[in-house]
């Protein structure tokens, strides 16, 4: 039996962890999958994700405090040995250093990193410390768009081994039940309804929607925005003040998010900054033309036939585009697209062939 370790910053919902957890119950190149969370307990992280519970057998917390600590990378060396890793997987540079370090004073000779987004590298000082951790590891490099490839090539002069895109599970995220899912949620049954997903933080940039809903023609267009973060209040007072209180709705965390693209027309994504968002290949598969931003890896993760992309805080062009969308949904462009770019059995497979 082999074992493939993944490691991660935490687990609180967000892209990259969802992605982990899948490949945790899909190990490429392993029959056994662990999860190992560089921050946090497990009593915690199951009070914020729920979802987490089902894999308590397979994730282990290492509740890391602030600050470089030396004393983790042999604790977690120690626990790569005593798990017999055959494989470990990093996702981001917290991880790659502890866990690239310590993988390879464990032995282990299977060492894989995946870059989410590289906007960090901008930083000099950032690139070149990754860029050191890289020579003295010598991992796999995997990016998970063309774009964030081409960032780690140009700002830390390291050579990407493959690009794979984040993929979902298609027979989980699917059409169907709008109406059984807007009850489920409380959401208005008839009325235009635009989703948001994600953590409630700035780069996320959720007022940007609020205030293109204040400009869209259609007074009857609501938006539901799921999550949960440090900006809730912020966003539920600005909401207030512009007057629209009763048109957006703060659903919250929820397990099992494909209810909520059910139960929306469209999915915005005003974010200032991302990488290969999850969340648009998740909505798409679920039939829903998304409306997003133009930064990062997001071009090309959304359907050119069924969604937009905006400029950052161009609330004119994001109120059109929405109002475009909401008037010619794409429900079978933006699943067809889904299933050519997000396949969650093609990216096991893609990861399969290069821990190889």
């Not at 967000?14 to 899948?22: S, W």
């Not at 949960?228 to 629209?244: N, T």
């Amino acid at each position: 039996m082999k074992t493939n370790v993944q490691i991660v910053q935490h687990l609180r919902p967000g892209g990259i962890e969802c992605l982990a957890l899948d490949l945790l119950a899909n190990p490429p190149m392993g029959d056994r999958g662990l999860l190992v969370s560089l921050e946090g307990t497990y009593d915690l992280a199951v009070a914020h994700w729920p979802r987490l519970e089902q894999y308590k057998d397979r994730i282990i917390f290492l509740d890391k405090r602030p600050g470089f600590s030396l004393r983790l990378i042999w604790r977690l060396a120690g626990l790569l040995s005593d798990v017999k890793a055959d494989v470990v997987h990093t996702h981001h540079v917290g991880p790659m250093i502890y866990g690239g370090i310590a993988a390879r004073l464990a032995g282990v000779r299977r060492l894989v990193h995946t870059e989410h987004d590289a906007w960090h590298l901008q930083d000099p000082r950032r690139a070149r410390l990754v860029r050191r951790v890289w020579k003295l590891i010598r991992p796999r490099m995997v990016a998970d768009a063309n774009l964030v490839a081409d960032q780690v090539d140009r700002l830390a002069r390291i050579r990407v081994d493959g690009v794979i895109r984040n993929g979902v599970d298609l027979l989980r995220f699917s059409p169907g039940g709008r109406m059984s899912a807007r009850a489920s949620l409380g959401l208005p049954v008839t009325a235009p309804i635009v989703g948001m997903a994600g953590r409630l933080n700035k780069v996320k940039n959720q007022s940007a929607a609020i205030f293109a809903l204040r400009q869209m023609d259609k007074e009857d267009v609501h938006l539901a925005i799921a999550g949960d973060g440090e900006e809730r209040g912020a966003l539920q007072e600005l909401a207030r003040s512009v007057g629209l209180q009763d048109r957006v709705h703060f659903i919250g965390h929820i397990d099992g998010i494909e209810r909520f693209y059910r139960a929306v027309d469209c999915l915005c994504l005003p974010s200032s900054s991302e990488g290969y968002p999850l969340t648009l290949i998740e909505a798409q598969a679920c039939g829903l033309p998304v409306v997003a931003t133009r930064v990062g890896g997001v071009p090309e993760a959304v359907c050119p036939e069924s969604g937009k992309l905006v400029e950052v805080d161009d609330i004119r062009e994001l109120a059109e585009s929405l109002t475009e969308v909401l008037r010619a949904p794409g429900t079978r462009a933006a699943r067809a697209f889904a299933e050519q770019r997000g396949s969650l059995s093609a990216m096991v497979a893609a990861y399969g062939r290069i821990m190889a």
